[in-house]
């Protein structure tokens, strides 16, 4: 089984940069893939970032590319979104999720959940 949990959420002001951590436990994540979700007030989860957890290669929505950066650390099994320059339509419950073969956007591949952490951006 997999475990998630995410920290790091919290009230920023618009412009500002927050990172959030996914520290992943259960299972050797060397094949794994590893995404961020969001989900704003009365609007469905949405694809934020995903990386591949051996390749090192990432994934970016379009709404985010240029100021989130998704990066992990492998002695820690953990997964790291740095958020820059962020904006009050960011605001959202942020969701790490992971999948033993997926790293892409389709959130209905993913296998685990986190519990969620809150992202609010003031403007």
């Known amino acids: 089984q997999v475990q998630l949990v995410e920290s790091g959420g919290g009230l920023v002001q618009a412009g500002g940069s927050l990172r959030l951590s996914c520290a992943a436990s259960g299972r050797t994540f060397s094949r794994y893939g590893l995404g961020w979700f969001r989900q704003a007030p009365g609007k469905e989860r949405e694809f934020v970032a995903a990386i591949n957890w051996s390749t090192g290669n990432t994934y970016y929505a379009d709404s985010v590319k240029g100021r989130f950066t998704i990066s992990r650390d492998n002695a820690k099994n953990t997964v790291y979104l740095q958020m820059n320059s962020l904006k009050p339509e960011d605001t959202a419950v942020y969701y790490c999720?992971?999948?033993?073969?997926?790293?892409?956007?389709?959130?209905?591949?993913?296998?685990?959940w986190g519990q969620g952490t809150q992202v609010t951006v003031s403007s």
């Open positions: 999720a992971a999948d033993q073969y997926y790293s892409g956007s389709r959130e209905g591949r993913y296998g685990y």
